[in-house]
């Protein structure tokens, strides 16, 4: 697999974030569920007040899995020393006055950031991500008494599989279909079942890191469809950033590159928010993705593919009991203001006001308290 | 760093206007250092107060307000379902309150509204006070408000299920402020916040102040200053005026604009029934009972509790008349129509209902036969003979039996008269010609006569004045101020021994019995003053066989007020009649009246016999 995305200039603290104070509650996440949380917190692009516009004192802070505010990989500098661009590791400080820590870019790597912060006070408060905690991580948050890690449903989205507005694939692909090209046996997309008609050109598989949840869900989509038997994908398979439309349209042959994405994100693309990243501030003119996912009937007549993903948010049981409030003269704790509440005050992301703003991330909210829960 | 500024409420006035402002802890700590300057500075020169002192708000006005713009820029309105403005409502409301209109632009271009609740707390500077948002951010000018709202480019939150109640900000954010004074307890702030596409929430706001009483379980707005609307009520009826009494009348009143509450209907000052609840801006109500003659109506409204109206009151007159009469029919029977003179003839009237000649009731009323003579005129005229009556009995029917008809023709009829209380119209029967024939013998009329004696009234007793009445020897009274002296004048045992009346005018007309006394003088002219002697226990004594009895005759004593000396004057006592001892209405014949007659005289009174005259008469 070979990583491709657009260049970042490098550096340590390429821009930088509201450093949290104490009391501030940070989440770091997931590029999936990124935008739903960023929104609760700050407020959507729409003008829909986010928690930090009541102008509490204590804030709640995100730092989005992707270092670009347009969810672009960060790499290192290919142009002026000529080497192979590599993933950048950027940076980010979660509490002011520590120094930069590798962002935390995925769900999986969310959840085992939070399990690694057993400092006191607490650096990470909670996570979000499209994946629940596994067994053992449940086990080891017992271990290190928090009780358990507490899980939060806040929305849903689904995996569908990315084109380009302008693709030689069939107008829908199917799970098996799918596992055909990803394992190699389908290569061209007249190989497809029923598109001996279609295009001869090369399929450009793509697919997000292994530790994202597309990847995960994706994957596992496909060793369902293949008898339960995990596929062994084909070395043609290329890595690229998550959600990132210009996976599609920077490839090589951009009509002939497929890649599983996130339907939410791609509703937020096409509902304006992001802006041409060239152009200085105030900003340029809106971006269109470039991109359409695959919803037709597939050549094998079989269901198009489409995966349905859960958005949550992690946290520790130990804050959830918490007897310290949020904001001073407040009775809630911040998981209580925020995510959990039982028997009191709906939490925020389960308000209407809450939701409205995980709806504007292209996140279909649906508010279920999990509690303690896992997979795999 | 993390403890909350503290300052005197007076200097928060001057400084809320930064401290407002969203802004970061670290910039927050700055500020809370030039405010700690600010502070010193103040206590310094002694400038600082008296300069605030002249932005200090109303005594009514919660400590913190005016806040000043900015940032808060403008005020608060709320409003329900129905456009119609209200000043609080029920703490478990969610959304508290359909409508919520800042009455200031915050940032001009701004197409989203979102409300906030705050605590206030005593020492803490209004911007530094912790809340949480009560709603969604929804968009304004909001199509689907009612017209006025609609219409308004002033930022609106409209509320939904979803939202945030009092209630439950309470419950996030207690109050736990105890003071009854201070202005803090049980106080919150509601704010309103703009934003727009691309663009993040103002820090400046709209503003309202609200008290929360936990025990009624309602929240009302205690800034700004609710200014209550005025209303509109008009009151009709949907039967015409006048109407007869028991006919149902329905009273509709129609409150504009349709505040919800309730109306009470009142004819004059008396309620009809009881307060009917608004809706719609209509109520009404339905009455059988509305009195007779000229009424005025009444709708007066009431605006349902936090509805911020005025009440008001619509009158209409109407008029009730009394209840139509049921026709009558009267017929006349005369049986024989032509007899002798003098002749019992049976007169017959029965009377109906004209509607369905049923008979009227026994009771219903009275007949008064009449006759024209000759007059043929079915009226009752100053010429009619009013023959007699008869009361209507069982069937409607009224007789009378008359057997003094003169000889000749006689036009009868009979007029029916109502009962009192009863709804019946009188009637009159048509003539019935009754002829009176000469009898076949006639009749010898002999005259007769008899004196009656026009009759005497007198009054007389049984001395003279060669046989005066003794008051026998006067005695001074033990204290020393007066001498009395009284005798029996008649007693129960001889009753003639007083005055004895005898009345035998014609006629058995009322009398009145009196007397009069003069001074008593004795041989030297020394005088005892007639004011002094009186006449009581004044009593009648019937005698057997005579008209006059128990208890005809009505008797008063005549009394004195005090003991007067020789010459004063006046017509106290028995002195200067005639003074009324007895009387009586009617009855002839004789009655005694007798008594006590008392002499009090002065003890400077010299020794003598005095006499004086007293003097009965009968009018």
């Known amino acids: ?376 | 760093m993390k403890s909350l500024p503290v300052v005197p409420h007076d200097l928060r006035q001057s400084t809320s206007i930064e401290l407002d402002q969203r802004i970061g802890k670290d910039q927050m700590n700055k500020l809370l250092r030039s405010l700690a300057t600010l502070v010193v500075a103040a206590a310094a020169s002694g400038a600082l107060a008296i300069g605030l002192a002249g932005s200090a708000s109303a005594a009514t006005n919660p400590p913190w307000e005016p806040v000043g713009n900015p940032p808060e820029v403008g005020g608060l309105s709320f409003y329900d379902s129905n456009g119609l403005q209200i000043i609080g409502g029920s703490l478990t409301a969610a959304p508290l309150a359909a409508y919520v209109q800042g009455s200031s632009t915050i940032r001009s271009g701004d197409t989203k509204a979102t409300l906030y609740g705050y605590l206030p707390v005593s020492g803490q500077v209004p911007g530094t006070w912790t809340g949480e948002g009560l709603s969604g951010s929804t968009t304004f000018p909001n199509a689907s408000a009612p017209t006025a709202l609609a219409a308004s480019a002033l930022p609106l939150v409209t509320g939904a299920s979803g939202d945030t109640s009092i209630s439950q900000l309470e419950s996030d954010f207690p109050n736990t402020d105890t003071s009854t004074t201070d202005g803090y307890g049980g106080a919150y702030v509601l704010r309103l916040k703009t934003s727009a596409t691309g663009l993040s929430a103002t820090t400046n706001y709209d503003s309202a102040d609200i008290a929360v009483n936990t025990s009624a379980g309602t929240w009302s707005v205690t800034y700004p200053t609710p200014t209550a609307l005025s209303t509109t009520t008009t009151l009709t009826t949907v039967q015409t005026s006048p109407q007869v009494s028991g006919t149902s009348v329905t009273l509709d009143a129609t409150v504009s604009p349709p505040v919800p509450g309730t109306v009470q209907f009142e004819v004059g000052t008396t309620d009809i029934g009881t307060p009917v609840a608004v809706s719609g801006g209509a109520a009404s109500t339905s009455t059988t009972s509305l009195p007779v003659g000229p009424d005025s109506l009444s709708a007066v409204f009431t605006p349902a509790q936090f509805y911020d109206y005025t009440g008001s009151t619509g009158t209409t007159p109407f008029t009730i008349t009394g209840a139509a009469a049921t026709a009558t029919t009267t017929a006349l029977g005369v049986n024989p129509t032509s007899a002798a003179a003098d002749t019992p003839v049976a007169l017959t009237a029965t009377v109906t209902k004209t509607s369905d000649s049923s008979a009227l009731p026994a009771g219903a009323g009275t007949v008064v036969f009449y006759d024209n003579g000759t007059s043929t005129s079915d009226i009752v005229s100053t010429s009619s003979t009013n023959l007699g009556s008869g009361p209507v009995g069982s069937g409607g029917v009224a007789t009378l039996s008359y057997s003094s008809f003169a000889t000749g023709a006689h036009n009868l009829l009979a007029q029916f008269t109502p009962a009192n209380g009863v709804n019946d119209a009188t009637s009159i029967s048509p003539v019935v010609l009754f002829t009176a024939t000469a009898p076949t013998i006639a009749p010898d009329a002999q005259p007769i006569t008899v004196g009656i004696p026009a009759g005497a009234l007198t009054i007389s007793t049984p001395y003279t004045a060669a046989n005066p009445f003794q008051l026998g020897t006067a005695v001074l009274n033990p204290a020393g101020g007066s001498f009395s002296a009284s005798a029996p004048f008649g007693n129960s045992n001889n009753p003639n021994n007083g005055v004895t009346i005898t009345d035998t005018l014609a006629g058995d007309a009322p009398w009145t019995a009196s007397a009069t006394v003069t001074n008593f003088t004795d041989a030297t002219s020394d005088v005892i003053n007639a004011q002094n002697l009186t006449f009581t226990g004044v009593t009648p004594s019937y005698i057997t066989g005579n008209a006059l009895q128990s208890p005809d005759v009505v008797t008063n004593d005549v009394t004195n007020t005090k003991v007067y000396g020789p010459t004063a004057t006046g017509s106290d006592g028995l002195a200067g009649g005639p003074h009324q001892f007895a009387k009586a209405a009617l009855g002839d014949g004789s009655v005694y009246i007798y008594g006590l007659l008392t002499l009090t005289a002065p003890s400077s009174t010299p020794a003598g016999t005095y006499t004086a005259t007293i003097t009965f008469t009968i009018t």
């Open chain 1, 1 to 376: 697999m070979t990583a491709v995305g657009l260049t970042l200039a490098g550096g340590a603290r390429a821009w930088a974030d509201y450093g949290p104070q104490p009391g501030d509650v940070v989440g770091v996440g997931g590029d999936t569920p990124q935008y739903a949380l960023q929104f609760v917190a700050d407020g959507d692009y729409n003008g829909d007040a986010g928690f930090n516009s009541a102008g509490a004192y204590n804030r709640l802070v995100t730092f989005n899995a992707t270092a670009d505010g347009n969810g672009r990989s960060a790499y290192t500098n290919s142009v002026t020393t000529g080497a192979a661009s590599t993933p950048l590791n950027p940076t980010d400080v979660l509490r002011a006055g520590t120094f930069p820590v590798q962002r935390v870019q995925s769900s999986g790597a969310s959840i085992s950031a939070l399990l690694a912060d057993t400092s006191s006070p607490e650096v990470i408060n909670f996570v979000f991500s499209a994946s629940e905690p596994t067994a053992a991580q449940q086990t080891q948050a017992g271990t290190q008494s928090w009780g358990y890690l507490h899980v939060v449903e806040i929305g849903t989205d689904s995996v569908k599989i990315a084109a380009d507005s302008t693709t030689n694939a069939p107008a829908g692909l199917s799970a098996a279909e799918l596992l055909g090209i990803y394992t190699g046996t389908y290569t061209a997309w007249n190989q497809l079942p029923g598109n001996s008609g279609g295009s001869s050109a090369t399929i450009i598989p793509l697919i997000p890191p292994s530790s994202s949840s597309i990847y995960k869900t994706f994957v596992a989509d496909l060793k369902t469809a293949n008898g339960n038997v995990a596929p062994t994908l084909s070395a043609s398979v290329k890595t690229v950033e998550q959600n990132d439309p210009t996976a599609i349209t920077g490839a090589s042959s951009p009509a002939n590159a497929i890649v599983p994405f996130s339907s939410a994100r791609l509703a937020l693309w096409n509902d304006g928010y992001f802006h041409n990243p060239a152009t200085v501030f105030p900003g340029g003119t809106t971006l269109t993705p470039g991109i359409s996912l695959l919803a037709g009937s597939p050549p094998d007549a079989g269901a198009v593919y489409a995966s349905p993903i859960t958005d949550y948010v992690i946290f520790r049981q130990s804050d959830a009991t918490s007897t310290t409030p949020f904001e001073p003269g407040g009775a809630r704790n911040w998981v209580q203001t925020l995510f959990s509440n039982p028997g009191g005050s709906t939490p925020l992301v389960g308000k209407s006001a809450g939701q409205a703003l995980i709806a504007a991330s292209g996140v279909t909210p649906n508010y279920v308290d999990l509690g303690d829960v896992s997979s795999g």
